[in-house]
C-alpha cells in the first residue's frame, strides 16, 4: 500500500516547477501524505531531507533527468520502494516516463498496478594509502580522472585477486549496466541490458589503443590502484563532489548487495527506448 509519496524535482527547470505545483494537492486528494525537498515546501507537502524521505517514502516520483533521479537512487535502502523517473525533455534513460503519460502511469502505481525492474547499485570505497576510508554507492558508475593539466595516469586493475592491467590513460569508468548507457557508452563501452548482472570497466582515451572495455560478472570485486604520482587524480561517484586520489591509494567496486526498484514504462520496451534516445535507423 503506497501511503507516503516522495517528491524530487529539478526546480529551476519550469516544468518540473509546474508539474510540482498540481501534484502535490493531486496526491493529497487521493489520500497521500507529500514528502518535498526543504527549498520547495511552498509547493505544499511536508519538507524533509532527501535520506529522510529515502527511508519514509512508499514511493518516490522524480520530475528532472538522470542526474535529479541519481541523486535520490542511491539513498534507498529498501528494494522494494518504487522509483517513478519522468523524462522532462534530455536524454535520460532511467527517467524514462514521458510527460504525456505521467498521469496515467502515477495513477496507475497508485493503485498497485505496475512492474518494476531492478537495477544493481555498486558499492566503491577508497582506501589511503596513509589510512581513512570512505565509501560510496552508485547506480551509474564510478569515474576516475585525471586533472586538467595532469599527465597520461598509471591505474592498476585486478580482478578479484588476479591481476588485470595497468591502465595508462586519461581515466577508468566502472560502470553498472544501468549506467552502460552514460559516460560509458560516450568512452566506446558496450550497452548492456539493464538487469544483467555485470560490471563495466571502459578506460577513457586509453594510451594503448588495444586497451578495450571489458565485461566482469557483477561477483566480481574490482580492485584499482593509482600508480601515479604528483598528478592530479579524481574520482566522482555517481557524478557527486569529486574526491582527491594519491599515489597509492586504493579503490574498489563490488555488488552493493541492495538494488533500486525503477517503474518500467508500459507502453514502450528497453529496446524501444534505445532506439529513441539513440537515433537508430535514422539517416
Known sequence: MIRVVGLVAKY???????????LVPWLKERGKQVLVEPGV???GGRACSKREMARKADLIVVLGGDGTLLSIARLVERPRVPILGVNLGGLGFITEVGIDEFEA???QTLAGKYSVEKRMTLEIQVQGK???????????????TKGARARIIDLEAYVGKEYLCTYRADGLIISTPTGSTAYSLAAGGPILYPTLGAIVLSPICPHMLTN???????RSTISVTLRSSGDTVILSP?????????????????????????V???????????????KWGER
Open 238 to 262: 555517481d557524478g557527486q563532489q569529486g574526491v582527491a586520489l594519491n599515489n597509492g591509494d586504493v579503490m574498489t567496486a563490488r555488488d552493493y548487495g541492495v538494488p533500486i526498484s525503477l
Open 130 to 144: 596513509r589510512g581513512g576510508r570512505k565509501r560510496f554507492r552508485v547506480l551509474n558508475d564510478a569515474v576516475i
Open 264 to 278: 518500467k514504462t508500459p507502453s514502450r520496451s528497453y529496446f524501444e527506448i534505445l532506439r529513441s534516445k539513440l
Open 41 to 43: 515546501s511552498r509547493a
Open 105 to 107: 502511469v502515477l495513477a
Open 212 to 218: 578495450r572495455p571489458i565485461v566482469v560478472s557483477s
Open 12 to 22: 529551476e527547470e519550469p516544468k518540473a516547477a509546474e508539474m510540482a505545483s498540481w
